[in-house]
């Protein structure tokens, strides 16, 4: 299976220390697969195995230095004498809320998140993110009250936790995050007019008697009308009309 | 891993072909699609779902007879992972009126929808709530709705034409025509889609579309959807609650055959506990971690057919199951990536197919099977051999990303495909100035449980949503319709599940007895002695490691 860690030269393999203990393992592999390599079947900390869902935050260290670093452990290759530990969980608070009842306003997301004001502005959570989102600068913008900056700023957030993990001031920042996000889009962005008006049409019934005619016609058919539906040029506009408009 | 030097000379053909590629794509001069009757060939000579010796006729159950992988077959031909005579079914461990089995995208929505109408729910996932192939989807979500240029009508049409025509009409009925009500809710639920100022959303097209009908959020679609429906579940504790890393195992029916609950099985403590409900929705998604004929796959770690075999063996029949989706695009370097999928956006913004001279040799927006089957035989040996040799020794072709910021600006593949770009930017390739290596991988698959318009299965009570359902996209899902197949049917499948849940009252005496019979029939007929299914997790370990571990299967006080 082309993903059997077990399937590979291990010509060089390096130590790699896995919640303290040693392993020896290739050094072209991913933590994930690296601890597959050394035997585990992984059952938390390994969701989408490709860098979107933040089940496999990691917190490592190289041997040399004292510093903490983060990544994703599907994404992050191994080095040699690296420390290190997958972060699968992590408790954090989050308010419930009625999206429709709300307006995006900045004093919303305060009343549900007074904590925000108590960050210290220490950048320890820009630094913990895998996903190399300005943190403290959405934290920010969340106490300013700027709900689009916020969204804006954390759209790539993958909610692993490893900012809230590494906060002094006790923050859920990927849950200010979210609110933010989906406030921005339901309260200050505009709403899609052809989506409501298209709704509408459905309701009305008015493709009903077209996807009923086509639903009742031979393969032969259908394969002539497939073949000779209009295509919509690629590097058109939105703007662009059919020449046939009697099934739009 | 950046590109070795013997792969930026093979770059060095495709940036020399590339400004007059450029120059037709902006005149919209495309490659030349193959016509319909082109297709077959092509797909029969190449596509993997036509390889001898790959399926077989499963022995036993509702579908009997009918030939599919053998993968697949190999779990449905399977022993049952408890004993009914060992499971207490007199004291459920957990009650409720509608159990949700899988939290991707169907599940999330579908346990909305069934709370929203009155229903307490319970939902039973394997890992974490959205560890799912839902939190994946890149490129996009289709719906019919712009007005003046779209209709139900056309997305009907396309569907048809990439299912190969066989697709089910009163499913895809039922999808497109609720395709825009579907995307309605979720911009009312504040998935951020990309919009013009104005709010219009902005679309294009994917392989198949007759219309630009594609909406999406950045390149994270599937995320944005995911985590905001996630979110929503969250808002609403009252009546929905998540138990996590317990995968369910085994439909429980009464003694009248209808759906009475659910086996779960907690993957820490090793406990098997009864949920009983008196309705029930498989939502398990998909199953790429098969790895069928040993494709690597683009899905989650979860995907590995669970619903498909406890549905089966409580008496759902299956279909569509014959064709399995392999993506065209799919990373083979560098290998920490390998099998990542690549989002037909990025051909839909522009960038051309290439084999190793840097030259065009398909039509960049044909359905994916067609497709996929065009750049395999692009690498087989056995077709063109014009693929590109990686340096770990397989092939695979060129996508020119550098292309789209040449077509539509600089600065566009960084602001369209971030999630790309950082992912490559980590192993040392800029994807805004170097092209990508990749080959079809296992992605979809295209078939599942038979269920009718409102997701109910043939056995009462029990409901099916999602990429676990067969039917909608017939032979071959079009992108960006499975994202809205996962809502739209969800939906459907949580507001008819509490309905029939309040309708229907007391459930009956619980049994596993078709598991029972299941058994029988798996001895009479020979097969499946060995095997336990489902699978819940793939092994990957290693199995030099895996023959020390003696004691995996021993009883006493270590396991
Ligand atoms: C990389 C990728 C990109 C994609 N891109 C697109 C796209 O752009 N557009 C599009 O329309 N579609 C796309 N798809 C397809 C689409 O994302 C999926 O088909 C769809 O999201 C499936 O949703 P689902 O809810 O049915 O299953 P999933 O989202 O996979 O959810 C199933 C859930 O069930 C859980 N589960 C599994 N077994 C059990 C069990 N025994 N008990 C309990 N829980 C269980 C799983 O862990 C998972 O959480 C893509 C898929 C992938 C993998
Ligand atoms: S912002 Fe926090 S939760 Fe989001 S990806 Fe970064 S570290 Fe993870
Ligand atoms: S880690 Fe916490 S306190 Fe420090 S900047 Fe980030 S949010 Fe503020």
């Known amino acids: 299976m082309s993903e059997n860690a077990a399937n590979r030269s291990v010509d060089d393999l390096v130590p790699i220390f896995f919640m303290g203990k040693r392993y020896m393992v290739p050094s072209s592999l991913t933590i994930q697969k690296a601890l597959e390599y050394a035997g585990y079947q992984h059952v938390r900390g390994c969701g989408c195995r490709g860098g979107i869902c933040g089940a496999c935050g990691t917190v490592y260290r190289d041997p040399d230095s004292y510093r903490l670093q983060v990544g994703l452990a599907c994404q992050t290759v191994v080095e040699s004498g690296m420390h290190l530990m997958i972060l699968p969980y992590y408790p954090g608070n989050r308010a419930e809320f009625d999206i429709d009842e709300m307006q995006g306003t900045g004093g919303e997301v305060a009343a549900l998140y007074p904590e925000i004001f108590k960050c210290i502005g220490c950048n320890a959570c820009t630094q913990a993110c895998p996903m190399d989102i300005d943190v403290m600068h959405y934290m920010a913008q969340a106490i300013r009250g700027d709900i689009k900056g916020v969204a804006e700023t954390s759209f790539d957030c993958i909610m692993c936790g490893l900012c809230a993990s590494r906060c002094p001031a006790e923050e859920v920042q990927f849950n200010v995050a979210i609110l933010s996000r989906r406030l921005n889009a339901r309260h200050l962005t505009p709403r899609a007019k052809h989506l409501e008006k298209q709704v509408e049409r459905v309701a009305a019934g008015e493709f009903e008697e077209s996807l009923r005619e086509l639903m009742g016609k031979s393969t032969d058919d259908l394969k002539q009308l497939y073949r000779d539906r209009e295509a919509e040029p690629q590097m058109t506009e939105d703007d662009w009309k059919p020449q046939d408009a009697r099934y739009v | ?559």
């Open chain 2, 1 to 559: 891993m950046p590109y070795p030097e013997s792969i930026r000379a093979l770059i060095e053909k495709v940036e020399k072909t590339r400004p007059a590629r450029v120059e037709r794509k902006k005149r919209d001069q495309e490659f030349p699609a193959l016509k319909l009757e082109e297709r077959d060939p092509v797909l029969r000579n190449f596509h993997p779902d036509f390889i001898e010796g790959t399926r077989r006729e499963i022995k036993i159950g509702p579908s009997k007879g009918y030939s599919i992988s053998n993968e697949m077959v190999d779990l449905l031909e399977a022993k049952s992972r408890v004993n009914p005579d060992l499971v207490n079914l007199d004291k459920p461990d957990y009650e409720t009126d509608v159990l949700v089995i899988g939290a991707g995208g169907a599940g999330t929505a579908a346990a909305i929808l069934a709370a929203e109408n009155g229903a307490r729910v319970l939902i039973a996932t394997k890992l974490r709530h959205g560890d799912a192939n839902t939190m994946m989807a890149e490129g996009g979500i289709q719906a019919a709705d712009k007005v003046g240029k779209d209709s139900p009508y056309f997305h009907y049409l396309d569907i048809l034409g990439g299912g190969h025509f066989a697709n089910d009409p009163e499913l895809v009925y039922t999808m497109v025509s609720n395709a825009p009500d579907a995307l309605r809710w979720l911009e009312g639920l504040g998935a951020s889609f990309s919009k013009f100022e104005d709010g219009t959303m902005k679309t294009m097209h994917g392989g198949g579309t007759s219309r630009k009908r594609m909406h999406y959020a950045a390149d994270i679609t599937g995320a944005e959807i995911m985590r905001t429906i996630r979110d929503e579940a969250r808002n609403h504790t009252d009546m929905i609650d998540v138990v996590e890393f317990c995968p369910a195992v085994e439909i429980v029916l009464d003694d009248a055959g209808r759906c009475a609950g659910a086996i779960l099985y907690n993957l820490e403590t090793g406990e098997y506990s009864f949920a009983r409900a008196s309705a029930v929705i498989i939502a398990t998604g998909g199953s790429g971690r098969l790895h069928i004929q040993d494709f690597m796959t683009t899905n989650h770690y979860g995907a590995t057919a669970d619903g498909i075999v406890m549905a089966y063996r409580a008496g759902v029949p299956i279909s569509f199951l014959h064709t399995v989706q392999y993506h065209p695009t799919g990373v083979v370097f560098p290998e920490q990536a390998e099998g990542i999928l690549i989002t037909e956006k990025f051909r839909g913004a522009g960038a051309n197919v290439l084999n190793v001279h840097g030259e065009q040799f398909v039509y960049e927006r044909e359905p994916r099977d067609v497709e996929a089957a065009c750049i395999i035989r692009e690498c087989s040996p056995k077709g063109r051999g014009n693929g590109v040799p990686t340096p770990t020794g397989k092939f695979g072709v060129w996508l020119d990303s550098p292309m789209i910021d040449m077509l539509k600006g600089e600065g566009t593949v960084l602001k369209e495909f971030p999630g790309k770009h950082i992912l490559f930017r980590r192993f040392g390739i800029d994807i805004s100035k170097e092209p990508m290596l990749i080959h079809p991988t296992l992605h979809y698959q295209n078939g599942g449980l038979d269920i009718n318009s409102t997701c109910e299965t043939n056995v009462p009570g029990l409901y099916a949503a999602g990429e676990v359902a067969g039917g909608i996209h017939g032979e071959n899902r079009l992108m960006g319709n499975s994202l809205l197949d996962v809502i739209v049917f969800g939906r459907i499948a949580g507001a008819a599940a509490a309905a029939y849940s309040e309708a229907t009252g007391e459930i009956g005496r619980p049994t596993l007895e078709h598991v029972r019979k299941y058994n029988e029939e798996l001895k009479t007929a020979g097969v499946g002695a060995d095997r336990i299914a489902p699978m819940l997790l793939p092994d990957y370990s290693n199995p030099e490691v895996r023959e020390k571990q003696l004691s995996k299967d021993y009883f006493g006080t270590l396991s």
